[in-house]
């Protein structure tokens, strides 16, 4: 499975109360990733992919929501999973971040730890892949959403070669954004999938941005 990225951002809300968001996105030559990799709670995202194992997604989060450190609650998932060497599995949590990939993840494939941010993925043209997509959110405009940034993430990736399986031609992305504020209406934009395309970030970008015309035509509407 293709490439991911995992996002925690510190910010001050409206009324200067500091905040913490976070995301992930992902994209692959498969259709449905959204179904398999990307999670995200109020106190973490974290991405499973390669040979997926759904429920280290699924229990990384709920450790993260009880509190757990990600390096000590991924770390354990990983150490209970008898085919861990086959998986890729990262995240970041309220504080620290996590990478791990699995020796018998199938090349190239690899991980890079930033500040804040993970990113990982596995049968990819090459490193750079990685590269451009963590550049491509390390210099993103924190005026934007983190929705949009992730998807220039994705785009960057894929840009520079992403997935090199050329000859799957159905494929899928999809992203996902928490946040400890409150927010009523939670942005439509926040939790996006396209499940089959041969286009899939550029439809993930399309949907994005209908999903956040339509957030603020709502708002506008109905907050009158």
């Not at 890729?88 to 018998?104: D, I, K, P, T, W």
């Not at 009523?184 to 209908?210: F, G, H, K, M």
Request: charged share 30%.
């Amino acid at each position: 499975m293709t490439f991911s990225i995992c996002v925690r951002e510190r910010y001050e809300d409206e009324l200067g109360e500091e905040q913490t968001r976070f995301g992930v996105a992902v994209t692959t030559r498969l259709p449905g990733v959204g179904t398999l990799c990307p999670f995200a709670s109020e106190h973490g995202a974290v991405a499973t992919q390669s040979l997926v194992n759904v429920e280290l997604g699924q229990k990384g989060i709920a450790y993260l929501d009880d509190g757990l450190a990600v390096d000590d609650a991924l770390q354990a998932l990983l150490n209970a999973d008898g085919g861990r060497e086959q998986r890729q599995l990262h995240g970041v949590g309220s504080e620290g971040e996590f990478a791990f990939s699995g020796e018998e993840c199938q090349g190239w494939f690899g991980h890079r730890v930033g500040e804040n941010y993970t990113v990982a993925g596995n049968l990819l043209v090459g490193e750079s892949v990685l590269d451009a997509a963590a550049e491509a959110y390390e210099s993103g405009n924190r005026d934007e959403p983190l929705a949009k940034r992730l998807v220039d993430a994705l785009d960057a990736g894929h840009e520079a070669g992403g997935d090199k399986r050329e000859d799957l031609e159905v494929q899928s992305a999809a992203l996902v954004v928490e946040t400890t504020e409150e927010l009523s209406p939670r942005p439509y934009y926040d939790d996006l999938r396209v499940d089959a395309t041969r286009t899939p970030v550029s439809d993930l970008r399309e949907t994005y941005e209908t999903a956040r015309e339509g957030y603020e035509a709502a708002v506008e509407k109905y907050q009158e």
